[in-house]
């Protein structure tokens, strides 16, 4: 899923400092998972946003919304009959949200409510760690179902660097070294001579570096 | 035991304080309580297990929101006794009741 993290209160009551009628968005996709953007915490930033701005007698309505998701047009269209009534609009899904309203309601000032993060998985109840940097051309079956890009600091095919210590990464005692479970891993398997393979250095054009990327499925298209 | 406590404590009954959420101790803030406070079981002696550990992390989320948004993190607080506790019980919402008398209204229904 992809991790967000919710902007510092803050930051968003600034953004809309000067309204007095926001519609709060949320999305039930990965953002409702990471307990971030869902309905419940559309409800808890909305009645945040309230105690503030009744704290300093300059009152507000704050309307919710949750949208079952976000990053597709047909859900992003259910809001065209209200999104005039707002002054302004606090998308609390993924960067795609408030991207995909703004492009849609071009007349509507539209904002983040959340600080993406990146795509991953819950490692355990209230921990989310990354996993994947979406780089275009998966790779994992070499390293034993481990992503030394996303999850290696320096994104090294041949690991580990002089910076593996006792199982963790020079940049922090809370990151595991990747390359330190790739080799345990495929040791344990009996499968170590798969590193003494060379790995061709990497296409990066596929990922970011290539510019923005699309997917065209013309099976699927209209 | 005929134990009397501040008058101005409205007790909102749930089955185990893990039904208590954000949401709720929000709300009570939002429409103009001065302050709540949740009063669960001892730790450790949950029926539920864990129900009052969960409420002790919302009510901790609760404050940073306050804190966040320039309102003193006291106004919520979470205390723990057992059920045939009943002296404490009235000396908690005595203690709450001074602490939020000495932060005074909450700045939300001043405003209001």
Same mark, same amino acid.
């Given at each position: 899923?992809?991790?967000?993290?919710?902007?510092?209160?803050?930051?968003?009551?600034?953004?809309?400092?000067?309204?007095?009628?926001?519609?709060?968005?949320?999305?039930?996709?990965?953002?409702?998972?990471?307990?971030?953007?869902?309905?419940?915490?559309?409800?808890?930033?909305?009645?945040?946003?309230?105690?503030?701005?009744?704290?300093?007698?300059?009152?507000?309505?704050?309307?919710?919304?949750?949208?079952?998701?976000?990053?597709?047009?047909?859900?992003?269209?259910?809001?065209?009959?209200?999104?005039?009534?707002?002054?302004?609009?606090?998308?609390?899904?993924?960067?795609?949200?408030?991207?995909?309203?703004?492009?849609?309601?071009?007349?509507?000032?539209?904002?983040?409510?959340?600080?993406?993060?990146?795509?991953?998985?819950?490692?355990?109840?209230?921990?989310?760690?990354?996993?994947?940097?979406?780089?275009?051309?998966?790779?994992?079956?070499?390293?034993?179902?481990?992503?030394?890009?996303?999850?290696?600091?320096?994104?090294?095919?041949?690991?580990?660097?002089?910076?593996?210590?006792?199982?963790?990464?020079?940049?922090?005692?809370?990151?595991?070294?990747?390359?330190?479970?790739?080799?345990?891993?495929?040791?344990?398997?009996?499968?170590?001579?798969?590193?003494?393979?060379?790995?061709?250095?990497?296409?990066?054009?596929?990922?970011?570096?290539?510019?923005?990327?699309?997917?065209?499925?013309?099976?699927?298209?209209? | 035991?005929?134990?009397?406590?501040?008058?101005?404590?409205?007790?909102?009954?749930?089955?185990?304080?893990?039904?208590?959420?954000?949401?709720?101790?929000?709300?009570?803030?939002? /429409? #103009?309580?001065?302050?709540?406070? $949740? *009063?669960?079981?001892?730790?450790?002696?949950?029926?539920? &297990?864990?129900?009052?550990?969960?409420?002790?992390?919302?009510?901790?989320?609760?404050?940073?929101?306050?804190?966040?948004?320039?309102?003193?993190?006291?106004?919520?607080?979470?205390?723990?006794?057992?059920?045939? /506790? #009943?002296?404490?019980?009235?000396? $908690? *919402?005595?203690?709450?009741?001074?602490?939020?008398?000495? &932060?005074?209204?909450?700045?939300?229904?001043?405003?209001?």
């Amino acid at each position: 899923m992809i991790v967000g993290e919710r902007k510092p209160l803050g930051d968003i009551l600034d953004m809309i400092k000067d309204y007095k009628k926001v519609l709060v968005v949320g999305c039930k996709g990965c953002v409702t998972v990471c307990n971030v953007g869902g309905e419940k915490e559309v409800g808890i930033l909305a009645s945040s946003i309230r105690i503030s701005r009744k704290k300093d007698g300059s009152e507000i309505t704050v309307d919710e919304r949750t949208l079952e998701r976000q990053c597709d047009p047909e859900y992003v269209d259910q809001l065209k009959d209200v999104v005039n009534d707002y002054d302004g609009i606090v998308s609390i899904a993924c960067g795609v949200g408030p991207q995909f309203l703004a492009e849609r309601y071009p007349d509507a000032a539209v904002y983040p409510g959340i600080n993406t993060q990146f795509m991953g998985g819950a490692v355990e109840h209230g921990v989310w760690a990354e996993r994947c940097q979406g780089c275009g051309a998966c790779l994992v079956h070499n390293f034993g179902g481990f992503c030394p890009i996303a999850r290696c600091s320096k994104s090294l095919l041949h690991g580990p660097c002089g910076g593996s210590g006792g199982g963790k990464c020079e940049i922090s005692k809370d990151v595991d070294c990747v390359w330190h479970l790739i080799v345990e891993k495929l040791a344990k398997q009996g499968k170590m001579a798969n590193l003494r393979r060379l790995i061709p250095t990497k296409n990066w054009s596929t990922s970011r570096d290539g510019g923005p990327r699309k997917v065209v499925r013309e099976d699927l298209k209209l | 035991m005929r134990l009397s406590y501040p008058t101005n404590v409205k007790v909102i009954q749930v089955p185990c304080t893990g039904r208590v959420d954000i949401i709720h101790l929000l709300k009570a803030i939002e /429409e #103009g309580a001065d302050g709540v406070y $949740v *009063a669960g079981c001892l730790e450790g002696e949950c029926h539920y &297990l864990a129900g009052n550990l969960k409420a002790k992390k919302r009510v901790k989320y609760v404050k940073k929101v306050l804190e966040e948004i320039g309102m003193e993190p006291d106004r919520v607080e979470m205390f723990n006794m057992s059920s045939s /506790e #009943g002296p404490r019980f009235a000396a $908690v *919402a005595r203690e709450m009741t001074e602490k939020i008398k000495a &932060l005074g209204p909450s700045p939300v229904r001043s405003k209001l």
